[in-house]
């Protein structure tokens, strides 16, 4: 097999920062105008990475500065997809765009539980702490496009914080037993 056909098989996916665009051969990726801050992704590459830092996507920005370097000569064998524009669900699935849309209209972040979880602080300190480290996972979980792990870290926040405050409240009351035993047993002695 020619170097250039071996290298020709191999599917590239690129995304705008808003949806996902492929697969391209090499020489289609090439007219699809990506830059060097592109992000790119192809079968075998774990997350999502900017083009210009790909050696074997160097002839793509070197074309545009009218200088020569060949297509690498390795590359990868077939694939799983279906009409040549998508992949198909599975293995060959690219990992989840790091720059997904927006959450739907209207929809907020879940409650971080933030402020409970410093104001228990005086509870539990230990529980205290895992709440609050939670809690700042989840504003920039939403964000970052992780609905999902917004929730899970909004549901641990909130967890972590009612164990601080339920503790601190039996601690209260066992102390307040002992102060109430041991006051009584001081007028017992007169």
């Known amino acids: 097999m020619e170097p250039f056909q071996e290298y020709s098989e191999k599917k590239y996916f690129y995304t705008n920062g808003q949806s996902q665009f492929g ?37 793509l920005f070197a074309a545009a500065n009218n200088t020569s370097v060949p297509p690498p000569t390795s590359g990868y064998y077939g694939g799983n997809f279906n009409d040549g524009n ?15 849309q927006a959450p739907p209209y209207g929809e907020r972040p879940p409650k971080n539980w933030l402020v ?12 205290s702490i895992a709440a609050i480290v939670n809690a700042a996972k989840v504003e920039s979980r ?21 164990i601080s405050f339920w503790v601190g409240i039996v601690f209260a009351i ?16 007169f």
């Open 174 to 189: 066992i102390r307040i037993i002992i102060m109430v035993g041991t006051t009584g047993s001081r007028y017992d002695a």
């Open 23 to 59: 697969p391209f051969t090499y020489q289609e990726l090439g007219m699809q105008g990506i830059t060097p801050a592109t992000q790119v992704w192809y079968q075998g590459l774990e997350n999502w990475t900017a083009a210009g830092s790909l050696p074997e996507l160097a002839g």
């Open 142 to 162: 939403w964000y970052a496009g992780d609905y999902d792990g917004a929730y899970r870290a909004a549901d641990e926040a909130k967890k972590w914080t009612m």
């Open 116 to 127: 409970e979880s410093i104001l228990t602080l005086c509870c539990c300190w230990p529980f």
């Open 86 to 100: 998508t992949l198909d669900a599975g293995v060959n699935a690219p990992p989840q765009n790091p720059y997904q």
